[in-house]
């Protein structure tokens, strides 16, 4: 039985999507003791992944490199290697369209291969975040096309990723697991397979549908929360009330009151997308999520209101948008890490340049980044052009990399949109605050 291939692991372990999911939960399996394949479409991630060079973060580079050397985990792009799979997770993107629809193809896509090489006793799990009912709505009627029958030839559950690119404390190693399997069997496979690989409980509820809406509810109560504060922030600017002052001292309350702060929008895979994947199954039943609606609103207008924001700070120096050099301090969605992904800085960016400013990007993490139909590099940080600057705007949370003292010295203004010189001895008497 798999059970005992997994509690003995000798279980042969395919994973799907080799990125900020994929393979550090790759590395991960490998370690615990089993045999991992895995596998993506792009070649130069399989080759990187071989030659044990780490791209992600949240690997630890030593470790990749031991387990491709000692062929642990190896990578592939050939998906014939799912034939010799006794587990496959699939942790692939799960992207919305520019009409803020869920687009299944990845998932699908990967179902599909699966499923021509589904064998009896194999489990099949979901990592990806999706709308509850994908796993047995979509991926399900997929692999029992093959005549198998799910629960009792071959086993499929969902358990959601929970990375946090960057936190240095809660890695995937250390995250708490949900598992929802499709009956019994299915959720205690998975769940003794996470224990073997994890130092982390491993928590099951009842079914697929569980499991898929608890990961949906996590980043909504953050979404609205977010938008909850960004609009305090807009209210409180109007008022001439100090925002970040108000959110320390409602946080002195050791009950009721949980801190959130505001920013030039959401960023990350997460955040900005697991939400309304909720809103579009809703419609199926007839509801309307007008608060997720209204939320996602609120955090993609924050853009807009910084480049306000910025235009407001410039009159006042009797500067104008148009022609202003600016200063764009960060382009990744979050403070030290280069991943990029629905960052908001980008939509900053395309506001001030569409203002016809002249904007310098500058990040510490991020050497170069897609733009428009070409690649743009990012500019190293230099006193004599921060001198020669009209504003500087902070757009990342970098805490490392970023010379502050020199940036609030040399600049004419500063509009830190992220208070991260809140924290930090500098002069602060041309710094403004979102």
């Known amino acids: 039985m798999l059970i005992e291939k997994v509690e003995g692991r000798t279980a042969v372990i395919g994973v799907i999507g080799l990125g900020y999911v994929g393979l550090p939960l790759a590395v991960e399996k490998a370690k615990a003791g089993f045999t991992v394949i895995g596998f993506d479409i792009q070649e130069q991630r399989v080759k990187m992944v071989n030659e044990g060079h780490n791209y992600i973060g949240d690997v630890v580079n030593e470790d990749l490199e031991q387990l491709a050397k000692s062929g642990k985990l190896q990578a592939t792009t050939d998906f014939e290697s799912l034939r010799e799979c006794d587990v496959v997770a699939i942790c692939v993107p799960t992207p919305l369209d520019v009409f803020k629809?869920?687009?299944?193809?990845?998932?699908?896509?990967?179902?599909?291969?699966?499923?021509?090489?589904l064998?009896?006793?194999?489990?099949?799990?979901?990592e990806s975040t999706t709308y509850p009912g994908t796993t047995e709505d979509v991926m399900k009627p997929i692999l029992e096309e093959t005549g198998l029958v799910c629960g009792k030839d071959f086993y499929l559950a969902?358990?959601?990723?929970?990375?946090?690119?960057?936190?240095?404390?809660?890695?995937?190693?250390?995250?708490?697991?949900i598992v929802g399997g499709y009956g019994d069997l299915s959720t205690k496979i998975a769940k003794s397979l996470y224990e073997k690989v994890l130092d982390a409980s491993v928590?099951?509820?009842?079914?697929?549908?569980?499991a898929e809406m608890a990961k949906v509810l996590e980043n909504t109560f953050r979404i609205v929360n977010i938008a909850l504060i960004n609009e305090m922030a807009i209210v409180s600017e109007r008022m001439g009330i100090n925002l970040w002052e108000v959110i320390d001292a409602a946080a002195t309350k050791p009950f009721?009151?949980?801190?959130?702060?505001?920013?030039?929008?959401?960023?990350?895979?997460?955040?900005?997308?697991?939400?309304?994947?909720?809103?579009?199954?809703?419609?199926?039943?007839?509801?309307?999520?007008?608060?997720?609606?209204?939320?996602?609103?609120?955090?993609?207008?924050?853009?807009?209101?910084?480049v306000?924001?910025?235009?407001?700070?410039?009159?006042?120096?009797?500067?104008?948008?148009?022609?202003?050099?600016?200063?764009?301090?960060?382009?990744a969605y979050k403070g030290d890490i280069d991943d990029m992904r629905e960052s908001p800085a980008l939509k900053v960016l395309e506001l001030l340049e569409g203002?016809?400013?002249?904007?310098?990007?500058?990040?510490?993490?991020?050497?170069?980044?897609?733009?428009?139909?070409?690649?743009?590099?990012?500019?190293?940080?230099?006193?004599?052009?921060?001198?020669?600057?009209?504003?500087?705007?902070?757009?990342?949370?970098?805490?490392?990399?970023?010379d502050y003292r020199t940036v609030c010295e040399e600049a004419r203004l500063v509009f830190d949109t992220k208070n991260i010189l809140k924290t930090l001895d500098v002069d602060r008497s041309r710094v403004f605050v979102l």
């Open 101 to 117: 629809q869920p687009d299944l193809s990845y998932v699908i896509r990967s179902t599909e291969e699966i499923a021509k090489r």
């Open 119 to 126: 064998h009896n006793d194999m489990l099949v799990v979901l």
């Open 158 to 177: 969902f358990s959601p990723e929970r990375v946090d690119p960057g936190n240095l404390r809660f890695k995937t190693k250390n995250t708490p697991k």
């Open 203 to 210: 928590f099951t509820v009842s079914s697929p549908k569980e």
């Open 256 to 306: 009721g009151f949980m801190p959130f702060y505001p920013g030039p929008g959401v960023g990350g895979h997460c955040i900005p997308i697991d939400p309304f994947y909720l809103t579009y199954i809703a419609r199926k039943y007839d509801y309307h999520t007008r608060l997720i609606e209204a939320a996602g609103e609120i955090n993609d207008a924050m853009p807009q209101y910084v």
């Open 308 to 331: 306000e924001r910025l235009m407001k700070l410039l009159n006042l120096e009797r500067k104008c948008l148009n022609g202003a050099k600016i200063i764009m301090l960060g382009i």
């Open 355 to 402: 203002a016809k400013a002249e904007v310098t990007v500058i990040d510490p993490y991020v050497t170069a980044f897609k733009w428009k139909d070409g690649l743009r590099k990012t500019d190293p940080l230099q006193r004599d052009q921060l001198g020669e600057a009209d504003a500087v705007v902070i757009t990342t949370a970098h805490k490392n990399g970023v």
